[in-house]
């Protein structure tokens, strides 16, 4: 059986965020590690029914230097960006939108689920880019479930949402080496955890799974050793997030929704927020969150 000694580097408690109508879990970045490969940001929220004729509405805010990526288990978020982008992601898809020299963004249930009180259950993280690609130009990517490698044996599957694992590799864009992949356990099923990437862990979000016989706390993020080849399995069924790629070897910087190699790149972002020198979403231009001046997010400025 594995141990926490044996098989992980660490072991990050999530930090919860209890926003009324469903909860936030966070476990990246934390005051002990502020990546995992490229993940710099690790958000899992829900499930949550929200009240009839309510939706989420996260307003509009600005990137830089970074790649968001949005996943869902159930529900829809309508995505709006600078750069004239529209969609609604659904369960299995994926949302990347690239940040790079910067962008502002909206994401809101869609008008149509609201009247019955719209379901949120699903992750977001961010993905810091790499050296020489931080000011790369803003883009945005809609990659549907139909599109992404599904792994099953019939007992277990696993979605291949970015880079290669088991052999398939997905067709979402990818900066720099990652890995990311939802993994379904049935009951008494397993899937092995590749070691080829630099880095990598784990969050149970949904059911129970074990790690090499040890069982996993739920949202919690399992960082594990590097080179440590494991099997994941659940007696009674669960879904595992598995995350991680190439270990970035130039320190970054985080402070609210801004992350960069450099502290002058993320003054300046704060200074041209605040003098409203971002642009504007088409369609949805009214209304924006305010540069705080202690972010909820962990920020190491």
Not at 135 to 162: C, W, Y
Not at 173 to 183: K, L, M
Not at 199 to 209: C, H, P, Q, S, T
Request: hydrophobic content about 40%.
């Amino acid at each position: 059986m594995a141990t926490i000694e044996t098989a992980f580097e660490q072991v990050i408690t999530p930090v919860t965020h209890d926003l009324g109508d469903f909860k936030v879990n966070r476990t990246l970045p934390a005051k002990q590690r502020t990546m995992v490969g490229p993940f710099i940001f690790v958000d899992e929220f829900g499930p949550a029914r929200l009240p009839a004729g309510r939706g989420m509405d996260v307003r509009p805010h600005p990137h830089i230097n970074l790649a968001t990526v949005t996943y869902l288990f159930e529900g829809a978020i309508e995505h709006r960006d600078s750069i004239g982008s529209r969609a609604v992601i659904e369960p299995g898809a994926v949302n990347l939108m690239t940040a790079g020299s910067g962008i502002v963004h909206s994401e809101r249930s869609p008008e149509a689920v609201r009247p019955q009180g719209p379901s949120l259950y699903g992750m977001q993280t961010w993905i810091a880019l790499p050296d020489g690609r931080e000011e790369i130009d803003a883009a945005f990517d809609h990659v549907p479930a139909g599109d992404l490698p599904l792994v099953d044996d019939g007992r277990s599957r696993a979605r291949v949402l970015m880079g290669t694992l088991w052999g398939q590799t997905a067709a979402t864009r990818c900066d720099s080496p990652t890995i990311y992949a939802d993994v379904e356990l049935g009951s008494d099923g397993a899937i092995p955890v590749e070691a080829g990437a630099d880095e990598r862990a784990l969050m149970v979000v949904g059911g129970e799974a074990r790690l090499d016989g040890q069982q996993l706390d739920l949202f919690t993020l399992y960082v594990l050793r590097p080179g440590y080849e494991a099997r994941l399995s659940s007696a009674a069924g669960g879904r595992v997030m598995l995350m991680g790629g190439e270990a970035f070897a130039t320190r970054r910087y985080v402070f609210w929704n801004f992350v960069s190699s450099s502290r002058d790149r993320i003054a300046q972002a704060k200074e041209d927020w605040k003098a409203l020198r971002f642009p504007l979403i088409p369609g949805d231009d009214q209304e924006f969150i305010p540069l705080p001046e202690v972010p909820k997010t962990v920020s190491y400025p």
